[in-house]
């Protein structure tokens, strides 16, 4: 009986975390040539360099993912498909600092990625660009990306919750990582994700030349320490006890943001610290689980409930108008 416990509860784990990854998100591919080349966006959307900064461009610019562009139903899809969710810290940020429409441009989408899957950052910026977001008038950009790339064997977060959960033998720690079940948490270094981001960065500080640059963190999804994943089913925690590899990579990922801020010398919002003691099964979480009436119903699992998208438009509220 203990095992078939074990096995329903990772099961319904796995089935609630796929929307980690949150597609049709998934399904979008970046428009370049390479899925490595992030260094594409060194030329403008034309394609052809520019010698000097555009005039004009929004006041604040915001590039990210699923976490960023929100899961909160109902949805609503832009331009180039991207889900766009009710309520998510960009437009409650828009709120917040009254700006007008064209102000605060949120290119983020739905499973992109720094320079593995979906939309690249570099392609948030070239669409960025066609919207006249980009200028001498931007004065903040906020980027929050890296759930969605491949750190170490060519698996993402979203593959390795797929497979590891439901593997009762293995589980979700170091034996999986080196049967290559899922992504290497010892690659998700400052060092890396610094090189990856550098290009476009380097490009935004060239086209932005006023704005402040800012990598924002992830909220707390997991608790920091143990090896423990949850997500809450209705009123029901469901929990998978050996997975160190998953809990660790989270905390690679929040202290590889915070180290690559310095090293490219930007600016970082640390995101868990602001939500610690909130993850999915605590008594007040800030995160959505599946049909989990604390929170929001429906939406993306592990992915900021309202109340987690208003901390974090709250937080970078007061760093725009410091």
């Given amino acids: 009986m203990r095992r078939l416990a074990l096995k329903v509860g990772a099961a319904a784990a796995s089935i609630a975390l796929l929307a980690t990854g949150f597609a049709p998100a998934a399904t979008a591919q970046s428009s370049g040539s390479s899925g490595n080349d992030v260094g594409r966006a060194l030329t403008s959307s034309l394609g052809a360099s520019d010698s000097h900064a555009p005039e004009g461009g929004a006041k604040v610019v915001v590039f990210g993912d699923s976490h960023t562009s929100g899961t909160t139903m109902p949805w609503r899809t832009d331009e180039r498909n991207c889900i766009k969710g009710t309520g998510s810290w960009p437009e409650q940020l828009q709120t917040n600092l009254g700006l007008p429409r064209g102000e605060l441009i949120d290119v983020s989408c739905s499973g992109a990625s720094i320079n593995s899957d979906g939309f690249h950052f570099s392609d948030e910026v070239r669409h960025a660009e066609a919207r006249g977001a980009i200028g001498e008038r931007t004065e903040h950009i906020f980027v929050q990306l890296g759930k969605n790339d491949h750190w170490g064997n060519g698996m993402n977060l979203l593959d390795s919750v797929q497979t590891c959960l439901f593997d009762l033998g293995v589980g979700c720690g170091d034996r999986a990582v080196a049967a290559g079940r899922m992504q290497n948490p010892d690659t998700v270094t400052p060092e890396n994700y610094a090189e990856r981001v550098k290009p476009v960065v380097d490009y935004l500080k060239y086209y932005a030349p006023n704005a402040e640059i800012t990598l924002v963190g992830y909220q707390e999804y997991t608790p920091r320490g143990g090896s423990q994943v949850c997500v809450r089913l209705g009123g029901t925690p469901l929990v998978k006890n050996d997975a160190p590899a998953l809990v660790d990579f989270m905390n690679r990922l929040d202290m590889a943001i915070a180290g690559a801020a310095d090293i490219l010398d930007v600016s970082h919002v640390d995101l868990r610290s602001a939500t610690e003691g909130h993850s999915s099964c605590s008594t007040d979480p800030w995160v959505i689980g599946v049909l989990d009436a604390r929170t929001d119903m429906l ?24």
């Fill in 299 to 322: 939406g993306g699992p592990w992915h900021p409930s309202g109340k987690g998208d208003a901390v974090t438009a709250g937080i970078l509220r007061d760093r725009v108008n410091a």
